[in-house]
């Protein structure tokens, strides 16, 4: 039986169960993992802390308790995608080689990234700015503020493989690295680590320190890991400021 076949043939209670384990340990794993490697790396003097100031009272109880929202919404939502599959809306690709996943991966990563921007960018609006406070109440970013939303934008942001799965019959293992590679680049994004200081701003490996500047100036760099979709609605901010560690 294949990956696809299993997941088509779970029941709805055992869809959410999968779910809900599926994303706490996606979830634990990447706090706990960025927060090692960031002090490990912190010895051994490479890369630098972006934002030395101490974190706020309680925020990190605050973000964990947010982020548990988040992992209920997401786990609990994979019932959509199975809905989808139980209604011939969408269907999975039982057959599909190496080469073909490798595509549809790099094609969902950067859908991924368009459509991070785009909710991103109305979550920075009077309408919906209000559901995003939430998130930048971590003005100094922790590993741990990677899920910590509102419900609202956890909704938002948690339905990037619907669209998608309705286009194309993607393979099961393609899907499955949606959530897998967005976490990790979302917890580097987070992690208040510069860990590539000699590259520009622009540069792919800098992803840690274009958001690390949105979280100190929420007014640009609305985009995930790459930075295309800023270029490209001219959104994105480069300051001196992010040449250097805050301290003050």
Do not use: C
């Amino acid at each position: 039986m294949t990956a696809a076949q299993a997941f088509t043939e779970l029941n709805a209670w055992q869809v959410m169960a999968w779910g809900l384990l599926f994303f706490g340990v996606l979830y634990t794993a990447g706090g706990w993992g960025m927060t090692a490697l960031t002090r490990w790396l912190q010895r051994r003097g490479v890369g630098r802390v972006l934002d030395t100031r101490p974190l706020k009272p309680d925020q990190l109880r605050r973000e964990w308790r947010q982020s548990l929202h988040s992992v209920l919404i997401f786990g609990i939502g994979m019932i959509v995608p199975w809905g989808l599959l139980q209604l011939g809306w969408a269907r999975l690709e039982p057959d599909a080689g190496p080469w073909r996943i490798a595509i549809e991966i790099v094609v969902l990563l950067i859908w991924n990234d368009v459509h991070f921007w785009i909710n991103h960018r109305l979550l920075h609006t009077r309408l919906l700015g209000r559901f995003h406070g939430d998130h930048h109440r971590s003005i100094v970013t922790t590993p741990w503020s990677t899920y910590s939303f509102h419900p609202i934008e956890a909704l938002m942001l948690g339905n990037v493989i619907l669209l998608p799965m309705v286009v194309h019959d993607f393979s099961f293992w393609s899907l499955a690295s949606v959530p897998v590679l967005s976490l990790l680049l979302n917890v580097i994004g987070h992690s208040n680590y510069d860990f590539f200081p000699g590259v520009s701003d622009t540069h792919a490996l800098a992803a840690s320190r274009r958001h690390h500047l949105h979280h100190a100036r929420p007014n640009g760099n609305y985009g995930f890991a790459l930075a295309f979709m800023d270029r490209l609605m001219r959104t994105r901010v480069a300051l001196p400021a992010t040449a250097r560690p805050r301290t003050e």
